[in-house]
């Protein structure tokens, strides 16, 4: 909780769609234990699934036009790429 709630205070959000974000996911944290009530707030990198249009398009664009470039890393020096299946189990 400490790192988190230091990460929400340090954060100044540069557009509007940041801004509430960061509010909704205070509230969350604020919630917890709550009359019982058990909150978590989970951030995943960038999501991809079905109907998707934005991100792997983008990233076979790019390899088709030669312009990509492949590093393996791991979190925390890498993006990770997350399954929808994966972040819709992860609340279950």
Do not use: W
């Not at 801004?19 to 969350?28: F, I, P, R």
């Not at 604020?30 to 109907?51: M, Q, Y």
């Not at 991100?55 to 590093?71: C, E, I």
């Amino acid at each position: 909780m400490f790192v988190i709630r230091l990460v929400l205070c340090l954060f100044q959000p540069n557009d509007h769609y940041s801004a509430t974000k960061a509010e909704g996911e205070a509230l969350v944290i604020k919630a917890n234990g709550t009359n019982g009530l058990l909150t978590c707030s989970i951030r995943p990198g960038s999501i991809f699934g079905p109907g998707d249009r934005l991100l792997v398009p983008t990233l076979v664009d790019t390899a088709r036009k030669g312009k990509s470039k492949v590093d393996v890393v791991f979190p925390p020096d890498g993006i990770d790429f997350s399954p929808c299946i994966y972040i819709t189990c992860g609340y279950d």
